[in-house]
Nanobody, 114 residues
Framework: QVQLVESGGGLVQAGGSLTLSCTMSGNMFNFYTMGWFRQAPGKEREFVACITFNGSTTDYADTVQGRFSISRDNAKNTVYLRMNSLKPEDTAVYYC???????WGQGTQVTVSL
């Protein structure tokens, strides 16, 4: 079983930016589609963004389209989520996912203040 370790969460003002990162152990990272999901208190976990194994294709939830950008560095076994123009409704725990094998990170808290 692989491990995914996330970092970059924290407090940010509305309108600000934040970048999350997730690094996966092992040597299979560059074979996997990677995704970011989030879950707010009292809400179901929802899809945010994903990126194919070589970064050629990305997809975004309508709620973050145009504001968030997913990217990856296969040499570093790392996927990133750049979050711009943050809104209070973006407040959630953000989770990294290796979609092909449904492996999850531990989650990192993002809180956007008014």
């Amino acid at each position: 079983q692989v491990q995914l370790v996330e970092s970059g969460g924290g407090l940010v003002q509305a309108g600000g930016s934040l970048t999350l990162s997730c690094t996966m152990s092992g040597n299979m990272f560059n074979f996997y589609t990677m995704g970011w999901f989030r879950q707010a208190p009292g809400k179901e976990r929802e899809f945010v963004a994903c990126i194919t194994f070589n970064g050629s294709t990305t997809d975004y939830a309508d709620t973050v389209q145009g504001r968030f950008s997913i990217s990856r560095d296969n040499a570093k076994n790392t996927v990133y989520l750049r979050m711009n123009s943050l809104k209070p409704e973006d407040t959630a725990v953000y989770y990294c996912n290796a979609i092909d094998i449904s492996a999850w990170g531990q989650g990192t808290q993002v809180t956007v203040s008014l």
